[in-house]
C-alpha cells in the first residue's frame, strides 16, 4: 500500500475504512489489510473508531489507559500519540483503542468537531506506513471525523440488497466530505465481503460490479471461518496455516495491492 | 530560543466512565472534556392514588346488577325478591303501549314485572 498522504512518510497509506451498514465485516477487513501491511514489514496503526470497540479486542493491546474518546475529547494538536499502544501481535503494529464511550463523540460538538481527529492525529503518525481507521457502521460525527483526517476511504459490503444501498450511501458520503472538510479525500474502492457460493450473492456481486466497474475491488473476500478464527485468538489471519486462511492473505494482499494502484 | 513548555499528557475524557445509555451522558448539551453534570434526580413514581370509592356493585341479588346478563339469570324457579326488606307497592303511570309492549315482553321471557322494575330502579339509583 502506498501513496503520499499529508506529508507524512513516504509511501504511507492511510485508509478510513468504512460502511453505513452494520454487519459487513468492515472490521474483518481492516483487520486483514492492517495484517497483511504489518506482514510486508509496514509499521501499521490501526484508530479503532468504533464504539464497538471489536478491531481493539482483537488486536489485543497490552495494558491500555487511552482510547480514541478521551483523544476526540481533548481535541489538542497531536495528542493522539499519548494514545498509541502495542497491539500483541508482535512489533510493528499499534493501535489506538476503542471503547464503548465513544459514543459520547458521536455527536457534533462545535463547528470544529468533525475535524478533531486530523487535529490530534497531527504529527502522531510520522513513522507509520499504514494506517487504517476502522469507523462505525453509521454516518455521525464519528465518521465524519475519519473522512476528515484520512485521504482516502474504502468502502466495505457484502452482496445483498440492502449492502448495496449502503455502499451507495457511503459513496455520496465521500463526496460530502470531500465538499465539506477534507479537498483530498477520495474513494479507495468498494470491498466486496462475506461472499458465499449462492445465486443471490453472485448476482449482488455482478450487480456491483456493473454500478461501480471501476471501484469495485479484486478480489472479493468469501466468508470464512478462518477470519473469525483469527479474531477470536486475537492473532493476525496471515498467522494462521488453515487452508482458509492462507487463501483470505492472499485475497488481502492481493486487495492491498489493488488498494495502492486504484491511489497512486 | 525558549524552550517550549512541555505538553499537558492526554486525561481520561470526563464521561468516560459513563454509559452511552445514561441519558445524563449526553454532551449535546455541553462542551467536550467538561465535566458532565451530576445525574439529575431520577423522576420519583407518582404516588399512589387513592382510588374513588366506587358505589359497591350489589352482587347479592340475581338482578341487582344493571346488565341484561343479570336480568336474563333471574328464572321463575330461583327468583328472589329484589330486597330482603318488606317488599311495598309503588303505582306508576305508562303510556298504554308501553305497558303493553313491557307485558309482552315479560311474558316471553318469563319474568315478573316486579323484579324488572326494581332491577331498573336500582340500576338507575347506582349510575
Redesign the interface.
Known sequence: MGIVAHGRLPGMAMLAVISLKGGVGKTSVALGLAATAWAAGHRTLVVDLDPQANATAALDPEAYEFTTNDVLADGRLGIAEDAIVASRWGPGIDVIAGERALEHRAHAEGPDSALRLRTTLSGALDRYHTVLIDCPPSLGELTRNALAAAPAALIVTEPSYFALQGAEQALEAVEVARAATNLGLRPAGVVVNRVRRSSEHAYRLEELRRAYPELVLEPPIPDRTAMAAAQGAAVPITSLRAPGAQDLTRRFATLAGHIEEALS | MTTPAP?P????????????ADPS????LR???QTPAPPAEPIPAPAPTVPAVPAPRRLSGPLNGITSDSLRAAGRRGRRRADDGKLVELTVKLPKSLRKEFRAALKAQDRQADDVLAALVRAWLDR
Open positions: 505538553r499528557a492526554l486525561r481520561k475524557a470526563a464521561d468516560a466512565h459513563v454509559h452511552p451522558g449526553s454532551h449535546r462542551p467536550a472534556g
